[in-house]
């Protein structure tokens, strides 16, 4: 208990002293450009700070919506879960597809990549790599397309693709205008 406790304790003076704390929450958006190609940028939400031990907790940064009219619609998501096939050499969806609608997609464990469609070139806004605990702003909702699939990890291991959609709605508008260029 003495150890955990010091281990707490240090953690907490790390805190205190700014270390281990970002301002900024990446996102990967994925998008569809003016040639129809899907695109993916990375960018910053920032983090308006918010301390003390509510709801956030000690230890945690929160993004504030300063506009609670904003929040006046449910919030709608769903989880899902795409297992590892049988024999599989990582290949997810073969079929070309496009976001449904505007969502964010928290990936909670898997390490996917994936691509843009109908591109000769696959550079780093053709080509990305999701992994657990990355956020992709789903935007894509025309054009080409994309495509994803498995991939092993630092372990050699296929994963199942775990995510949360969190659909945007009346949100996109005030969600896109927080995010920052890289």
């Known amino acids: 208990m003495p150890a955990m406790m010091g281990r707490l304790n240090q953690l907490i003076l790390n805190l205190d002293q700014g270390s281990n704390m970002d301002s900024n929450i990446t996102v990967t958006r994925m998008y569809t450009d003016?040639?129809?190609?899907?695109?993916?940028?990375?960018?910053?939400?920032p983090l308006a700070e918010k301390k003390g031990l509510g709801s956030v907790g000690l230890f945690s940064s929160l993004f504030v919506n300063p506009i609670l009219d904003d929040n006046a619609e449910d919030v709608k998501m769903q989880f899902a879960v795409t297992p590892v096939p049988d024999q599989s050499k990582g290949e997810g969806p073969k079929l070309a597809h496009t976001a449904p609608r505007r969502q964010l997609v928290i990936t909670l464990d898997g390490y996917l990549e994936f691509k843009s469609c109908d591109v000769d070139e696959l550079d780093e806004e053709h080509l990305?790599?999701?992994?657990?605990?990355?956020?992709?702003?789903?935007?894509?909702?025309?054009?080409?397309?994309?495509v994803w699939r498995f991939l092993k990890d630092s372990d050699n291991i296929m994963h199942p693709w775990v995510r949360c959609y969190v659909h945007l709605g009346k949100e996109y508008d005030h969600f896109i205008s927080k995010l920052k260029e890289m």
């Open 34 to 45: 003016q040639s129809g190609h899907t695109r993916f940028k990375k960018m910053a939400l």
């Open 128 to 146: 990305m790599i999701i992994k657990r605990g990355d956020i992709l702003l789903a935007e894509d909702l025309d054009g080409a397309g994309h």
